[in-house]
Nanobody, 129 residues
Framework: QVRLLESGGGSVQAGGSLRLSCVGS????????MGWFRQAPGKEREGVAA????????YYLGSVKGRLTISQDLAKNTVYLQMDSLNPEDSAMYYC??????????????????????WGQGTQVTVSA
C-alpha cells in the first residue's frame, strides 16, 4: 500500500520561505514521478512542480519557476518543495502526489492531477501580506 506523508506547511509573511517534505512508502517502483499540487479555497487544484525520480528531471508551473524548487532524496524516499519569495497568492493546501506515467509528470504545470494515482493528505501553507 502506497502512502505519501507531507509535512512542513505553516504560516509565513510575504517574502518568506518554507520547505515542504513528502515521504513516500510502499511497494518499490509504484511510481516514477512525484509532484506537488495546490488548491486554494474556491479554486481548482493545480500542479506546481514534479520530479522524475529515475533521472531527476524537473517540471514546473510557469508562474512558480524560479521561486519554487522541487528536489528529492532517493535514499529517504523523500521529495521536497523549497518555496521562496512567497506571496499571498501562494496560500493553499499543498498536496504531494505520485504517478508511474511519465507523461503526467512532464505535464504537471497547471494540471488538475486527474492522471495522478497516489495522494497525500495535504499540508496548509498560509502567506500573509
Amino acid at each position: 500500500q502506497v502512502r505519501l506523508l507531507e509535512s512542513g506547511g505553516g504560516s509565513v509573511q510575504a517574502g518568506g520561505s518554507l520547505r515542504l517534505s513528502c515521504v513516500g512508502s510502499g511497494p518499490r517502483f509504484s511510481w516514477n514521478c512525484m509532484g506537488w499540487f495546490r488548491q486554494a479555497p474556491g479554486k481548482e487544484r493545480e500542479g506546481v512542480a514534479a520530479i522524475y525520480t529515475g533521472g531527476g528531471s524537473t517540471y514546473y508551473l510557469g508562474s512558480v519557476k524560479g521561486r519554487l524548487t522541487i528536489s528529492q532524496d532517493l535514499a529517504k524516499n523523500t521529495v521536497y518543495l523549497q518555496m521562496d519569495s512567497l506571496n499571498p497568492e501562494d496560500s493553499a493546501m499543498y498536496y504531494c502526489a505520485a504517478v508511474s506515467d511519465i507523461k503526467a509528470c512532464t505535464m504537471v504545470g497547471g494540471s488538475s492531477g486527474e492522471a495522478w494515482t497516489y495522494w497525500g493528505q495535504g499540508t496548509q501553507v498560509t502567506v500573509s501580506a
